[in-house]
C-alpha cells in the first residue's frame, strides 16, 4: 500500500498540468476510484485496522468536481468518529482530510 501511495504522489507531482484527457474528463471518473484513493490516503495517517473499521465508506460529487467520501461508525462504540475527505475529481488534490464524528 506504501508503494501504491509513494506512486500515485508522485504521478500527481510530476503530471498535475495533465490530469484531464483531451474532453476533459475526470482523473478520478467513479466513487469506486474516489473511495480507492481515499483509503490510499487515509491508511497511512490513521491506520489500515482503523480504516478498515469504518468501511463501508460512500462517496459522492459536489459542485461537479470534489469527491466527498465518508466512513461509518464501527457498530460498537469506540472512541474516535470516522474518515472523512475532499478530492478534487480533476487532479486527485486533497482540500479536507480528517477523522472526527
Known amino acids: 500500500m506504501k508503494i501504491s501511495f509513494l506512486f500515485f504522489i ?4 510530476f ?21 480507492e484513493l481515499a483509503q ?3 491508511e497511512p495517517v ?3 485496522k482503523r480504516i478498515k473499521s469504518r ?16 466512513g461509518r461508525l464501527p ?13 478534487n475529481a480533476y487532479s486527485g488534490e486533497v482540500y479536507v482530510m480528517s477523522f472526527g464524528k
Do not use: C, H
Open 40 to 42: 490510499i490516503y487515509w
Open 15 to 35: 503530471s498535475n498540468d495533465d490530469v484531464q484527457d483531451e474532453k476533459g474528463n475526470f482523473l478520478i471518473k467513479d466513487q469506486e476510484m474516489a473511495i
Open 75 to 87: 457498530k460498537k462504540r469506540t472512541k474516535g468518529g470516522s474518515p472523512y475527505i475532499e478530492i
Open 10 to 13: 508522485s504521478f500527481m507531482l
Open 55 to 70: 468501511k463501508p465508506f460512500s462517496a459522492t460529487i459536489s459542485n461537479d468536481s470534489i469527491w466527498i467520501v465518508k
Open 46 to 48: 490513521y491506520g489500515k
